[in-house]
């Protein structure tokens, strides 16, 4: 190739690169359309991930929302984990930069002690090679925490963090109006790109309180407009999941708006009765009669024995008390517990088919005992204090955006922790990366209140 006068050598090489993979994407997209859509964004995110840290976890975050929508859900899958890859190996070349460890050693102790257990628990579990699958998937989630401290270092890399995670929130939700529920889904309610509607409540949840609360700190009109429009898909799609953990969820995540929420508490009062409003309309005028049915009759149908999976796995905690049966494997005990518990209204549908718990706190204290259970609720407590520093430091050095950002933080947080006792989220992405992003908000604060003293 000849080389153009006046071209930068490195824009000649990014240049012919491109070139080179136009045509094997092209005989992909023929092929399957939905492999090459996924790759592209896989060099995207790629090239992104290795220019900036940062940049890249922002995108990974929104990449996280559409991992099962119909069609792209198994090239998506490969995405995430290929984007995950990608930020280990980016992270990698901040060799010498501060660490969550260093810099909050209870937190960062407290997400390695829960890994730990969590792999060896393995040792005592029914099933060993479940055990240490699951075991290896929470481990990868708790990898998240150090990932996002690491990358989140400066006040707009915060700010990029809250615009991925609500892009991701509404394009999943819009993905959800114009493509088909899962087969084994409810046809009538909203599912998106994540594939189950109380699933896609729980995210949704944060994404509609940072949206919120990012709206006064927002540094053009357009971005305002955007950010107002997100909350109010996000609001609308809420509705659509028909999702009563996810109206819990809000709530509470109201209730937390109303405490924390700072000088945006009348806002906070005005937004909860607006949307309880549209609310009370779209159940009794536009939702669909099955939607409808749950939310108007809230304890009608028991949640798909939800219950029962309770009563159940309280008594293996009973009966495991310290360290639980191991990880990922209550399914494989429910039975013979369902089986010798005779007042359980459904039990017929736990005899034919295992579930999950359908409660974080009940599945983790089954599985992982007091033990687990204790180091899940320090980390969890541990970040929600660092995030409530982060509000008061900000407040502090006058830095009103973060300080704004960082109470949309804690709600959602609230929020997505109040739908938790609805739906086993302990393996979701999205919770770890907002309990990662709350601890490097506080370091955030710390660098910007010592740069104004300064």
């Known amino acids: 190739m000849i080389a153009r006068p006046g071209v930068p050598a490195h824009e000649r090489v990014a240049a012919t690169s491109f070139a080179a993979l136009a045509a094997p994407i092209g005989v992909v997209a023929v092929l399957s359309p939905p492999a090459a859509v996924a790759t592209v964004v896989a060099i995207a995110f790629l090239v992104t991930a290795f220019a900036d840290l940062a940049a890249g976890l922002a995108m990974f975050t929104t990449v996280t929302f559409f991992v099962l929508i119909p069609g792209l859900g198994a090239?998506?899958?490969?995405?995430?984990?290929?984007?995950?890859?990608?930020?280990?190996?980016?992270?990698?070349?901040?060799?010498?930069?501060?660490?969550?460890?260093?810099?909050?050693?209870?937190?960062?102790?407290?997400?390695?002690?829960?890994?730990?257990?969590?792999?060896?628990?393995?040792?005592?579990?029914?099933?060993?090679?479940?055990?240490?699958?699951?075991?290896?998937?929470?481990?990868?989630?708790?990898?998240?925490?150090?990932?996002?401290?690491?990358?989140?270092?400066?006040?707009?890399?915060?700010?990029?963090?809250?615009?991925?995670?609500?892009?991701?929130?509404?394009?999943?939700?819009?993905?959800?109006?114009?493509?088909?529920?899962?087969?084994?889904?409810?046809?009538?309610?909203?599912?998106?790109?994540?594939?189950?509607?109380?699933?896609?409540?729980?995210?949704l949840v944060p994404g509609l309180a940072l949206a919120f609360f990012s709206l006064p700190g927002a540094r053009t009109t357009l971005e305002r407009w955007l950010l107002l429009g997100s909350a109010g898909v996000i609001a609308i799609s809420l509705l659509e999941t028909g999702s009563r953990g996810g109206l819990v969820a809000l709530g509470a995540t109201f209730a937390a708006g109303l405490v924390v929420g700072g000088r945006l508490r009348a806002r906070v009062l005005v937004a909860l009765l607006a949307f309880a409003a549209l609310g009370a309309a779209y159940f009794a005028l536009a939702a669909p009669p099955q939607v409808a049915g749950r939310i108007t009759h809230f304890t009608g149908g028991g949640g798909s024995g939800r219950t029962d999976l309770w009563a159940i796995a309280r008594q293996v905690a009973h009966d495991h008390p310290v360290v639980g049966v191991g990880i990922g494997n209550f399914e494989d005990v429910e039975r013979s517990y369902a089986s010798r518990t005779t007042n359980l209204p459904a039990v017929d549908l736990i005899l034919d088919q295992t579930h999950v718990v359908h409660n974080t706190y009940l599945e983790l204290l089954a599985e992982l005992g007091v033990v687990g259970f204790a180091f899940f609720v320090a980390l969890v407590a541990a970040s929600l204090r660092l995030g409530w520093r982060a509000v008061r430091t900000c407040a502090r050095s006058g830095q009103t955006d973060l300080e704004l950002i960082g109470r949309g933080l804690l709600v959602g947080l609230c929020g997505m922790l109040a739908a938790s006792v609805f739906l086993s989220a302990e393996y979701e992405k999205q919770l770890w990366l907002l309990l990662g992003f709350a601890a490097a908000l506080a370091s955030v604060a710390d660098a910007a209140l010592r740069g104004r003293r300064a």
């Open 75 to 203: 090239s998506f899958v490969s995405v995430v984990k290929l984007a995950g890859a990608a930020l280990l190996l980016s992270l990698g070349r901040k060799i010498g930069q501060r660490t969550l460890l260093q810099d909050h050693p209870l937190v960062g102790s407290v997400a390695i002690a829960l890994g730990t257990w969590a792999f060896a628990s393995a040792l005592w579990a029914p099933d060993v090679v479940r055990a240490r699958a699951r075991a290896f998937t929470l481990a990868l989630s708790l990898v998240l925490v150090f990932v996002v401290y690491s990358a989140v270092r400066k006040p707009h890399h915060a700010r990029w963090l809250v615009r991925g995670y609500v892009a991701g929130a509404v394009l999943s939700a819009l993905v959800g109006f114009v493509t088909p529920a899962p087969a084994e889904g409810d046809a009538a309610r909203l599912s998106g790109g994540i594939g189950d509607p109380n699933e896609l409540a729980l995210v």
